[in-house]
């Protein structure tokens, strides 16, 4: 098969006839907020970018609004993905032209100034200035079109946390979101189906594609890395059938240089299984923000399933921790419900119009984990740290105080068979700092770290400008590539780095 020079525009499998090669001045595997961002950046330079996705290439119209629908076609391992540990932990990734952004909750903050430095300073990631780091956020804001929702679209789920949070005299408010079409449906984690949310299929690569230069490559799988004289030739995978996965051909791509956006578990998962890197530190120093959640009965109706999916937070960062609320569909409040099966359950379930939903983050502090591979596929562990434990116990308790601030009449935290709290005076008791790990219901939803930029290789994967040590023509850009977890959430600065690292490519 003859190799064809990158076609600029969106291609999906029934385009591909079987076989797909294809050649371009930069290849990406990976659709994300890294990936989409550092195609942006090189296509303003004029180089030729093909981009491969896994997953389909959706538009809004098309997501259909159900657990079902989403979780087979939009998350990675259909969301079943976990980590196991001292704790078992949810760990659900996106999937598709779009990556995690497709369904996420739109929440942006810029990565804190203190990070910055501490990845300078103490990772030697000479690239990474406020200063330049600053104007990415600035552009990125402007781009993905960073607005905050109006109480009438926030709706009462966010407006009863913010009342309660002022009433204790707590520093929050609501939360810059990329969606400033947001009409507060609450599915953002079912894909955005009124197009109202600025996903990175609908920013960035929408400015890429206009340039003419790219072609996005939806349904292929990459897998295999070629080498030959300490480069990089050629990567290699499959074309997957949309709706069956099954595997309809082989896709073929040469390039130039390399990108690998596939995220922090497949970035790391690549590098390893090809063997393109040692496991020094390749699939190391998983960082996460683990999150535990908790309801609220209100003596009003709040109907949660109403506003915007995540609207509001509490800013406690120098606690190590913040608290946000959330949304889920009725279904979802039912498969995480942290009370026995039966009664009680189907009691609060009842009164689901009257419940609220909120829930503390945290900064990794003392807690990492670990991806490695396994013929079956990643292998995902992960050891929640006594301190940050603690700090998810204090950040349940404050969620606990801004109900019952704002008028709650019981409080369910997601401790696992630990009852309801009905008076603020029992909060502290109910939930004790020495709790066991595994009393938490916990969940996460930002995998960072696993393949971390250090100024000496000994020390990390990339080097300052996303270049895989050892390797010149192979860089990454995702969120694996963070040297530590950020306490805030981490598409803005996961973006950054794909322009960063897309501008370093195009030179
Ligand atoms: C449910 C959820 C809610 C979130 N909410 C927020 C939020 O509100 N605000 C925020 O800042 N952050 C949020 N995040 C996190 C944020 O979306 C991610 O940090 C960010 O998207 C990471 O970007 P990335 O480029 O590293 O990976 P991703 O965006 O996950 O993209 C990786 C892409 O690579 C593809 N891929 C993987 N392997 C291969 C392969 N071998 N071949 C081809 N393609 C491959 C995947 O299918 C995926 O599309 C949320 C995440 C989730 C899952
Ligand atoms: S709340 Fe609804 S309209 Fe708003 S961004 Fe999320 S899915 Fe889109």
Redesign the pocket.
């Known amino acids: 098969m003859p190799v064809r020079d990158v076609k600029p525009g969106r291609h999906a499998s029934p385009d591909y006839g079987g076989e797909l090669v294809v050649h371009a001045d930069v290849a990406i595997v990976g659709a994300g907020a890294g990936g989409c961002a550092a195609a942006a950046a090189m296509a303003e330079k004029g180089l030729t970018v093909a981009l491969f996705e896994e997953g389909r290439h959706w538009r809004p119209s098309e997501f259909r609004q159900g657990s079902a629908f989403a979780l087979k076609h939009l998350y990675q391992d259909r969301g079943m993905r976990s980590m196991r540990g001292n704790v078992l932990m949810a760990l659900p990734g996106g999937r598709g032209v779009g990556g995690s952004t497709l369904i996420n ?2 929440i942006c903050f810029r990565c804190p100034d203190e990070i910055l430095d501490q990845w300078r300073e103490q990772h030697g990631c000479s690239t990474v200035t406020r200063e330049r780091f600053g104007a990415y956020f600035d552009r990125i804001w402007e781009t993905i079109g960073v607005t905050v929702q109006s109480a009438e ?1 926030q709706r009462l789920n966010n407006i009863v946390f913010k009342e309660g949070a002022e009433r204790l005299g707590l520093q929050g408010s609501f939360m810059a ?1 990329s ?1 400033p ?8 984690q ?5 197009g ?2 600025a996903s990175i299929d609908r920013t960035f690569l929408v400015e890429a594609l206009a340039t003419g230069t790219v072609g996005v490559y939806a349904d292929c799988r990459i897998r295999e890395a070629r080498t030959r004289a300490g480069r990089v030739t050629e990567l290699a995978g499959q074309i997957l059938h949309p709706e069956t996965q099954a595997v309809l051909g082989t896709v073929t791509v040469r390039a130039d240089t390399f990108l690998l956006s596939a995220g922090p578990i497949g970035t790391p998962s690549f590098l390893l299984s090809n063997r393109l890197v040692d496991d020094d530190h390749c699939g190391r120093h998983l960082v996460v923000h683990p999150t535990v959640g908790a309801l609220a009965r209100m003596p009003f109706e709040v109907r949660p399933w109403h ?3 995540q609207g509001y937070y509490v800013d406690m960062w120098e606690q190590g921790y913040l608290l946000q609320t959330y949304t889920v569909t009725p279904d979802q409040y039912f498969a995480l419900m942290p009370t026995p099966v039966g009664e009680e359950t189907m009691r609060w379930m009842a009164d689901l119009r009257h419940l609220a939903s909120a829930g503390a983050l945290v900064h990794d502090e003392d807690s990492e984990g670990r991806v490695q591979i396994t013929p079956l596929g990643p292998d995902i562990s992960y050891h929640l740290g006594e301190g940050d434990k603690r700090r998810l116990i204090e950040g349940l308790r404050k969620t606990g105080e801004v109900f019952f601030a704002a008028g709650a009449t019981a409080f369910l935290p997601f401790r696992i068979g630990g009852g309801v709290v009905h008076r603020p005076d029992d909060i502290a008791d109910h939930l004790s700092l020495d709790l066991p790990a595994t009393d938490l219901q916990l969940y996460a939803s930002h995998p960072m770290g696993t393949c971390r930029m250090s100024g000496r290789a000994e020390d990390g994967v990339v080097d300052p400008e996303g270049r895989v040590w050892g390797w010149d023509n192979l860089r990454v850009a995702d969120a694996s590539v963070f040297p530590s977890s950020l306490g805030v959430n981490p598409q803005v600065t996961t973006m950054a780095m794909g322009l960063l690292v897309g501008e370093r490519i195009a030179g």
């Open positions: 909750s739109a679209v979101r969606a079409g947001c009409v507060g449906c609450g599915i953002c079912y894909g955005c189906p009124t109202g949310k506003g915007v999916t």
